[in-house]
């Protein structure tokens, strides 16, 4: 084993994918990318689907938009 420090970041094709003559494999770079986009997405979804957080427009009437009055 070399004690190369770079090679952590080579990039290594998982898929290769010619198209043409463009390289649209995918890498390693590419499957990290794509889990982080996952657990972000994830993450999103679990902190906005209760819908406790938001109130609805519903759940006011509609005199508390026009009423200059904060007892709503």
Same mark, same amino acid.
């Given at each position: 084993m070399?004690?190369?420090?770079?090679? !952590?970041? !080579?990039?290594?094709?998982? =898929?290769p994918?010619?198209v043409?003559?463009l390289?649209?494999? +995918? #890498?390693?770079? @590419? %499957? &990290?990318? *794509? =889990? #982080? =986009?996952?657990? *972000?997405a994830? &993450?999103?979804? %679990? *902190?906005t @689907?209760k819908?406790?957080?938001?109130?609805? *427009?519903?759940?006011?009437?509609?005199s508390c +938009?026009?009423? %200059? @009055? %904060?007892?709503?």
């Amino acid at each position: 084993m070399s004690n190369d420090p770079t090679h !952590q970041f !080579q990039i290594h094709n998982i =898929v290769p994918i010619n198209v043409g003559g463009l390289d649209l494999s +995918f #890498t390693n770079a @590419s %499957l &990290f990318m *794509a =889990v #982080t =986009v996952g657990i *972000a997405a994830g &993450f999103m979804y %679990l *902190a906005t @689907s209760k819908r406790g957080l938001i109130p609805r *427009a519903r759940s006011r009437s509609p005199s508390c +938009f026009t009423n %200059l @009055s %904060l007892q709503c």
